[in-house]
């Protein structure tokens, strides 16, 4: 007789305006329980995925997460956005169920004292410390300006970029702004943003503002490097500038699956793309499936779903996990330890490749 | 044959009904009136004839052509013309504007539009005075004789009017009928509509009394002027 | 504090010489004048289907987002194998846009506004977001929930900088064809009969019938006219910004239908004049306050704008006669 | 004539519009217990003369004084407060509303329950719940369609409409009511039943000041008549005075001649004429 | 003498007390009987309904276009959330002082734009809407967390049991319905609530009969303000954060389809129409993807059959009058 499978939550926006986020996700994770599933299952079970959408809307979100908690399922991974993922998490965390955030990179979540919050990607303040220094150190950069995108990452990476370069003294912060989401003219605000004479634009909004800003910053003839953070850059990034106008343009990143030397990451990447013919256009649905994968490891090394043993066996005992972006570990506060960040280049025939 | 007769006409709004059923006939060259306290049907009648609603049974027939499933702008172009209750000119075009849509039908034959033009100036020299003011600047006697004026630009055989004398001074109102008459001895039928019973009976050749949405009375104006049932009802009189 | 660094940007603007500020200026209005072009081909689709049905088509900034979407498609699949040379190719792509939309414009028209239309306004205006949702997923279902983008080569690079001013020919191509369309467009309602018969059809359903006027066949001319205006500003848009996606139909959506409403809703030249504007005052919002207060200073303004004159711009001030 | 003051006055009154006079210093008394036609060709400016009065539009210039004191400058809901109320040339009732409730309306400013005494519904909101009823009933009973309380005003017929309206006038207990062409639209019949309701007005202490282009009622039933033409006043005084006056037969009444003779030719065609 | 005059003069009245008995018992017992996560459904029904019903007020009552009413429930939940983080006001205080401060802002807000007509009043409740959710992204001085947004970590007490699990909210929310269900029914039944229905059908006429027309408009303004604001409380509680997301153009648009769908001024209507937009979207789930378009496709559909409302509040015959003009 077939074994009851063990039920896995994924909560992600798949509808409404970051459906195409969601729809990332769930191929990722689809990718991995498929692997999981097709390596005999966890604890001798089938996985299942039990699919939440929660359109990008808080109150939705409340609603999924109430969902996955009647459902009895044994952890969940999700969900996208910041502001998205907080009311879903208050409410795990009261039912205590373990839930890994894969795309919330807000550092507020991880400060609010809870202790079924998880998280695979990287914390804002990692990456702005990270831009900070490579801006100062190795831009060489004297006049900074950073355009956000009003959004929770946007605003939340920008503050984290704003607030070291502000302490170090050693640049100065001569622009900062917000643009709105959805609109296509920035025109103004770049114009503006010229009239400083900076010397690093730092965007960090998404891609389709980010091909349009660099676009329209050199069609105004602004010279200033641009630096995206790490939603801002990729294919859909060039297409969108142009690729005279996109050549050159840095971001700060994690590496890259296509960059990572791990095994798993070759394999995962080459899966994506046989079954969606190109790879994922933004960093985080991968994260979703190393969320997943953490679970995973943590059901099977612990023998247990009980949420509580997996709170702990997360907590404790998962080290150095090798995850599609590269070893897992949670500290602990539910933050993944290690963040490693480059930077990346375009390069004219519109490769991305580290800067050395 | 008669150029217009309606059978057994049924009109109801919704669920209700209005009219219940009634039975008339034009003869070619007549003014005919239908006499009828308020919301007795009149208006109703008009539109069912003139296609803005469609009767729930019944036949109305222009010649020998069975008209009451045909949509109104059909209708103008086959001879009938409605100048409806209480004038409803165009108020932000022009007076000219306004007569031009009247003879909507004659789109493409610029020169009968403008012979058309000519003749409505003719029967009212106050509206060729201002051709170019906008309708809805209009008094309300000029918006009257613009709607009249109007309802002849398609070449009508018929011409329905609803109560054209509706909030007009005295004067207006006779000005009015003079009109009335005027064009029908141009030729036009006229199937008329009116509360003031008195001038209308005075000018037309047959009437007929609508009540409560039924045909109680009919016969030649000069008879139903004399019916008691009338003088009492509609003449004021005891 | 970062209203600290916004207010210090605005004051050492004050210290850049006359003429770069002016240059800047000009920049500014001629970007403003584009955005404001684009919506105002958008609002007059709002303000063509209000002024006859008096119904706010919620629907509209859709079938200019699907107008993006098909012109796109048809650059990139059907006539990127052809031979034709660029401009044809834009033509035809924008023409077929256009044409399938107008399709469109009638069907939904057929399918979810007539059977309302003895209904109470709002109802008719649900109906209308019931279709923008419907449309919006549809869009998405169809290509995806990511982002496109127009492809290099359907973009004809031409820029100029007299006095330094940065002009761009897709600039001057939008602003071109709105201009031109919209003055064919009133001419066209204006000055022939079938013009005259909407306006009457705007005025009264029942009495435009009464001089042989198919209001059904007007509607239809509507539906054709105002979703097509919307297509053509959906592939100008995609050419202009490249990229295109399908939440784009209710941020400029509701842009110009705020454009139909200061100009005056109902009125084709307040459709313009109230694009224009209201591209002008973004601009000035992003440029000379913040770009993340700017959408607050248009309101605002909008809102000032209405308490003096409560019906637009150019809207006709009919105090309702008693 | 008495030599108490007026209850209405209007002195020397205009209004534009636009580049339009439609009111050019327009006087005119109302004596309190009379009833005042306003008479004159249409676009004169009868309406307007009304909306000034009942604040709907406000005057370029001049005065106006209602019980001696001013009304210029209130608001239409505090005109009809004052004691001022009107109905309309074209009916504006509330057509999805019940007559009972249409006539309710008139009451609203004689009540002073506020929102959160109609939340508690405390005793004296009750008390002046029930006034206004009786006050209702009773403006519904004098103009004869209290039968008809609780039809929707516009499943009535358009005489009953009129009479509605009037109704819910009457029931803000005015001084004074306004009326705009009451008899419009009715035939002589039903205008005779409503000359002897607005009698019946007149009598129970209400002055009444009406617009009318139906002879038969102004001169029936006015005490004073004043006529306009191009927003001044051409002439004034008793119907039989206005009648007469060459000036008012020019612009508005003009000759009846040609009628009368067709009447008798046609009455003596009658016996011929079988067509 | 009759004092039954208003409102749906229908079967059900007749035999009101029964029905709203049985309805009260039923209501009560439900959350026994469905999981947390369905009861979680109905709290955010109630909190719509809640919402509705203070824009039917608006939109339903007095006629007036509103479709930037979740301003004012964003007013209401941030100053929740800004008094009970910053300055531990009590909850039970708050759900007052959130009404009033929205009520305020309404009266302040709608007082230069009341006189617009319909579409215009439209456009600029819509600009209300966005104003107000940009300056709460922006931030002003320091206060509303930019897109954040603001914990609640305070929880409603009575009689020391913490209102927490969602059985709790439900009886919360419903009983926040009743009460203004009662509030709201006294008020249809009386001088105010006729003096905003007269505004509705003709506010000329309304005028001229002595209504002050600008009170009542400004009233139901400021009324359905203060609803939605104490409806903020509530909400902010139930979240425990909250952020400018969920404030946003599209949830006043689906707030406004639900008072019209449910029959404009009709309270029955509004409660029925909120579940539907509710549950349906809960039952098209398995959908995924096609969900919304399906979610569209329904609202087209549902008006097209009942024009009306699914509820209407009175036998509005659909107006005969043809379209076009006025
Ligand atoms: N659009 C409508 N919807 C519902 N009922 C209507 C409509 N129009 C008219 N009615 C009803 O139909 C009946 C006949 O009305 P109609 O307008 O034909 O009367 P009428 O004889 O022209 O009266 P009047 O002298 O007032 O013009 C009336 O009872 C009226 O209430
Ligand atoms: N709100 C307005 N705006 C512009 N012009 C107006 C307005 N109201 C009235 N008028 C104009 O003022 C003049 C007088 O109008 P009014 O309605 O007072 O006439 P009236 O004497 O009542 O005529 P009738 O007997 O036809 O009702 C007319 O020329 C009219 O067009
Ligand atoms: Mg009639
Ligand atoms: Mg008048």
Redesign the interface.
Known sequence: AAKEPIRIGLQAPITGPWAYEGEMARNCVQIVADEVNKAGGLLGRPVEIVLGDDQGSPKQSALVAQRMVSDKVAAVVGTYGSSINDPASAIYERAELVNIAYGSTAEKLTEQGRKYFFRTCFRDDKQGAFFAAFAVDKLKAKRVAIIHDNTTFGKGLAEAARRPILEQKKAEIVFYDAITPGERDFTAILLNMGKQNPDVLYFTGYYSEAGLIIRQMRTLGIKATFVGGNAAVNDEFVKIAGLNMAAGALQTQEPLPTDLDYPQSKTFLAEYIRRHKEPPSSPWPVYAADAFKAIAAAIEGSGSTDSKVLMNYLRNSLKDYPGITGPISFDAIGDREGAIYLAYEVTADGKFVPLR | MSLLELKDVRIAYGSVEAVHGISLVVERGQIATILGANGAGKTTTLRAISGLIRPRSGSIRLGDTDISQIPAHEIVNRGIAHVPEGRRVFPTLTVEENLKLGAYKHRGHPDKVSSNTGRVYQLFPRLEERRLQLAGTLSGGEQQMLAIGRGLMPDPDILLLDEPSLGLAPKLVQEIFRVVREINGQGVTILLVEQNARLALRISNHAYVLETGRIVLSGPADELRRDPRVKKAYLGEK | MRTGVASAAAVSAWRLPCRVKMVVFLEQLVNGLTVGAVYSLVALGYTMVYGVMRLINFAHGDFFMLGSYLGYTMLVTVLAQSSLPLWAMLCLATLISMGAISLLGVLVERMAYRPLRKSSRLTAVVSALGVSIFLQNAAMLIWGARYQAYPPWSVPEVNWAPGGVHVSLMQLLIMGISLALMVGLYMFVQRTTVGAAIRATAIDHDTARLMGIDVDQIIRIIFVIGPGLGAIAGVLLGLYYRQIHFTVGWSYGLKAFTAAILGGIGNIPGAMVGGMLLGILEMLGAGYISAAWKDVFVFLILILLLIFRPTGILGERVAEKV | MTLSAPLLSLGAVSKNFGG?RAVDSFDLNVKEGSITSL?????AGK?TVF?LI?G?YRPDSGSITFRSSALIGM???QV??AGI??T???L???????C??NV???Q????K???VA??L?TRA?QA??AR???EA?RCLRQLRIWHLR?E?A??????DRRRLEIA??MA?GPALLILD?PA?????????ELMDIIREIRDSGITVFLIE?D??VVMGISDHVAVMEYGRKISEGTPEEVQKDPAVIE????T?D??EQ??AE?DA??GE??? | MRLEFTKPASFIRAHSAWFIGALILAAAALPLFISDYWTDVCVFWGINVLLGLSLNIIVGEVGLFNMGQMAFFAIGSYTTAILSERFGVNLWLLIPISGLIAAGAGYILTGPIIHLRGDYLLMVTIGLNEMIRITLINNPFGLTGGPNGLIVLDQFRIFGHVIQRPIDFYYLVWAAVALLLFCLGRLQRSRVGRAWNYVREDPIAAEATGVNTRWAKTLAFTLGAGIAGAAGTIFATKMMVISPDSFTFMESVILFCIVILGGMGSIPGVILASGAMMVLPELLRNFAQYRMLLFGLAMVIMMIFRPQGLWPSRRWMTRLKEGGGE
């Open positions: 339009l008479i004159g060709p249409n676009g309406t909306n009942t709907i608001l239409p809901h009809v407060e109320a009107r309309f040339q074209t504006r009732l509330f057509e999805n509303l019940t009972f409730e309710l309306a008139g609203h400013c004689r009540c329950a506020g929102l109609c939340i519904n909101r002046e719940e206004a009823h009786s009933e609780d929707l516009r499943n009535l017929s358009y005489g819910r006038a803000s062409e419009g639209g009715l035939n002589e019949r039903e205008s005779d282009h002879m038969r612009a508005y009444l003009g009846d040609e009628d067709a009447e046609a065609e009658a004429s079988v067509q």
